[in-house]
Nanobody
Framework: QVQFVESGGGLVQAGGSLRLSCAAS????????IAWYRQAPGKQREIVAT???????DYPDSVKGRFTISRDNAKNMLYLQMNDLKPEDTAVYYC??????????WGQGTQVTVSS
């Protein structure tokens, strides 16, 4: 019953920046941890950032120091600021709840392509 719509992807050169947005519907957005995921061709989907109900973020080592996740509960919006992008960041990026029990169907995502 919750819908996520990702936007903001594009083509950027290595070292550049992008800001991704995720618009969500539903009243449960503000009370649940939410995350950004990505999937590159031929690879498993992986988590790239999580943020708690109170705005507390967490990142894997692969993006730590380069990506910043934030949320605006009043607007049902999730953001991912991506700096110092690398070719290995090329993937389709998705947003979704962190808890598996309330995970929504994966949407179309937004494509991020980083050229060397």
């Amino acid at each position: 019953q919750v819908q996520f719509v990702e936007s903001g992807g594009g083509l950027v050169q290595a070292g550049g920046s992008l800001r991704l947005s995720c618009a969500a519907s539903g009243s449960t957005f503000s009370i649940n941890p939410i995350a950004w995921y990505r999937q590159a061709p031929g690879k498993q989907r992986e988590i790239v950032a999580t943020i708690g109900r109170d705005g507390r973020p967490d990142y894997p080592d692969s993006v730590k120091g380069r990506f910043t996740i934030s949320r605006d509960n009043a607007k049902n919006m999730l953001y991912l600021q991506m700096n110092d992008l690398k070719p290995e960041d090329t993937a389709v990026y998705y947003c979704n709840f962190w808890y598996l029990s309330i995970r929504q169907p994966w949407g179309q995502g937004t494509q991020v392509t980083v050229s060397s």
